[in-house]
T-cell receptor, first 114, second 117 residues
Framework: GAGVSQSPSNKVTEKGKDVELRCDPI?????LYWYRQRLGQGLEFLIY????????KSGLPSDRFSAERTGESVSTLTIQRTQQEDSAVYLC????????????FGEGSWLTVV | AQKITQTQPGMFVQEKEAVTLDCTYD???????LFWYKQPSSGEMIFLIY??????QNATEGRYSLNFQKARKSANLVISASQLGDSAMYFC??????????????FGGGTRVLVKP
């Protein structure tokens, strides 16, 4: 597709369940980011992938959060044993190496933990 | 210390007037990039404008311009001739590093703009 694609767009889950969020970056973009945005707040950095380099996981809030990406393809953010404070929009973005000055965001995955 | 500070949590602007959104940043890197994004109520993040630390001219994109004052570490966004559709949250962000070596964007807390007819 032309833009960053995220799925699901909305997810309601019960506390304690695991969830997987998917991000399909723009084709050819080697850099991929995950951010979290709680209601009415700014964006919190979670994790960054750059090609085959080791990811920058410095923003992951706990060991319940993990993310994977194989090469320059799809990334999956997994939240285990979800808690109510995990309720947020999870935004994915990708960046081209050719034009590193523009970073495109997907429309986000809205997660609600009940 | 905050890397990106947006001191205006919210503001009103009259339609057709210009508005300036403040952003100050903190970095010791010589190479960095500054971004502004718009987030309407639908939640998507829309890229507006970019300024590189070595760019001597202020960036402009249509009705958006970035007032870059490097010595003051300031990167204010100016929206000219405001339209009702400009009502949204606006985020300033910084990427430290250069090209593919620079990684995460650090965001400010945002400024909510409401354009009045």
């Amino acid at each position: 597709g032309a833009g960053v694609s995220q799925s699901p767009s909305n997810k309601v889950t019960e506390k304690g369940k695991d969830v997987e969020l998917r991000c399909d970056p723009i084709s050819g973009h080697t850099a991929l980011y995950w951010y979290r945005q709680r209601l009415g707040q700014g964006l919190e950095f979670l994790i960054y992938f750059q090609g085959n380099s080791a990811p920058d996981k410095s923003g992951l809030p706990s060991d319940r959060f993990s993310a994977e990406r194989t090469g320059e393809s799809v990334s999956t953010l997994t939240i285990q044993r979800t808690q109510q404070e995990d309720s947020a929009v999870y935004l994915c973005a990708s960046r081209s190496d050719i034009d590193g000055n523009t970073i495109y965001f997907g429309e986000g995955s809205w997660l609600t933990v009940v | 210390a905050q890397k990106i500070t947006q001191t205006q949590p919210g503001m009103f602007v009259q339609e057709k007037e210009a508005v300036t959104l403040d952003c100050t940043y903190d970095t010791s890197d010589q190479s960095y990039g500054l971004f502004w994004y718009k987030q309407p109520s639908s939640g998507e993040m829309i890229f507006l404008i970019y300024q590189g630390s070595y760019d001597e001219q202020n960036a402009t994109e249509g009705r958006y311009s970035l007032n870059f004052q490097k010595a003051r570490k300031s990167a204010n966004l100016v929206i000219s001739a405001s339209q009702l559709g400009d009502s949204a949250m606006y985020f300033c962000a910084m990427r430290e590093g250069w090209g593919a070596a620079g990684n995460k964007l650090t965001f400010g807390g945002g400024t909510r703009v409401l354009v009045k007819p």
